[in-house]
């Protein structure tokens, strides 16, 4: 039985000159790990993001239903997101 899949795809021009740059750099062998990298890392981004939002996102909207009069209004929290953008910090 087969593990692999064959696929054709195409690509806009500045991501054929990336894929191209990777393998002639040595990085990789092929257009197939390339591809095979990038869907890790995507598997990876959409792991993290579906952990967030379980374990972060349903505890915080739970604690909100506990108690509503904690909540902070959004224009609140996109003023204090702009201020912080806008003072220069310490390093």
Known sequence: ???TQQFSI???NDM???VNDK????????VSE??????RALMERDA?????LR???VAGHAEYLTDPS?????????????????TPREV
Not at 34 to 39: C, S
Not at 48 to 52: M, S, T
Not at 70 to 86: E, F, G, M, N, S
Request: charged share 25%; aromatic share 4%; hydrophobic share 45%.
């Open 1 to 3: 039985m087969r593990t």
């Open 48 to 52: 993290a993001l579906e952990k967030w």
């Open 16 to 18: 054929a000159t990336m």
């Open 34 to 39: 390339v591809m095979r990298d990038g869907l």
């Open 70 to 86: 904690q909540a902070v209004p959004a224009d609140q929290i996109l003023a204090r997101i702009k201020a912080r953008r806008t």
């Open 10 to 12: 195409t690509l806009p």
């Open 55 to 57: 374990e972060e996102v």
């Open 23 to 30: 393998i002639s750099s040595g990085a990789y062998a092929s």
